[in-house]
C-alpha cells in the first residue's frame, strides 16, 4: 500500500524559510522521479520542482534561486528547501512519485503571510 507522509508546512512571514518533508513506504522509491506540486486557492495543480532517479534536477521559473528539491534514497524521503519565501508562494504543495504509475500525497499548507 503506497503512503505518504507529507510535513513541514505552516504560517510564514515573507521573505521566511520552510523544509517540506514527504516520507514515503509501499513502493520503490529510488526508482521513481519525485517531484512537489503546488495547488493554490482556485488555481490548478502545477509543478513546483522535480528530481529524477539520476539527481537531475528540475524548477519552475518563479523558484529558481529560492528552492531546493532533494531525494534520501536509503530513508525513502523527498524534500523541499523553500527560502526568501513569497505571498505567491502560498498552497498546498503535494508529494509526487512518477514511473509506469502515478502517486499523490495529501498535502500539506504553506501559508505566506505578514
Known amino acids: 500500500q503506497v503512503q505518504f507522509v507529507e510535513s513541514g508546512g505552516g504560517l510564514v512571514q515573507p521573505g521566511g524559510s520552510l523544509r517540506l518533508s514527504c516520507a514515503a513506504a509501499g513502493f520503490t522509491f529510488s526508482l521513481y522521479e519525485m517531484g512537489w506540486y503546488r495547488q493554490a486557492p482556485g488555481n490548478q495543480r502545477e509543478l513546483v520542482a522535480s528530481?529524477?532517479?539520476?539527481?537531475?534536477?528540475f524548477y519552475e521559473e518563479s523558484v529558481k534561486g529560492r528552492f531546493t528539491i532533494s531525494r534520501d534514497n536509503a530513508g525513502n524521503t523527498l524534500y523541499l528547501q523553500m527560502n526568501s519565501l513569497q505571498v505567491e508562494d502560498t498552497g498546498v504543495y503535494h508529494c509526487?512519485?512518477?514511473?509506469?504509475?502515478?502517486?499523490w500525497g495529501q498535502g500539506t499548507q504553506v501559508t505566506v503571510s505578514s
Open positions: 528530481i529524477t532517479m539520476g539527481n537531475e534536477v
Open positions: 509526487n512519485a512518477r514511473s509506469l504509475e502515478n502517486f
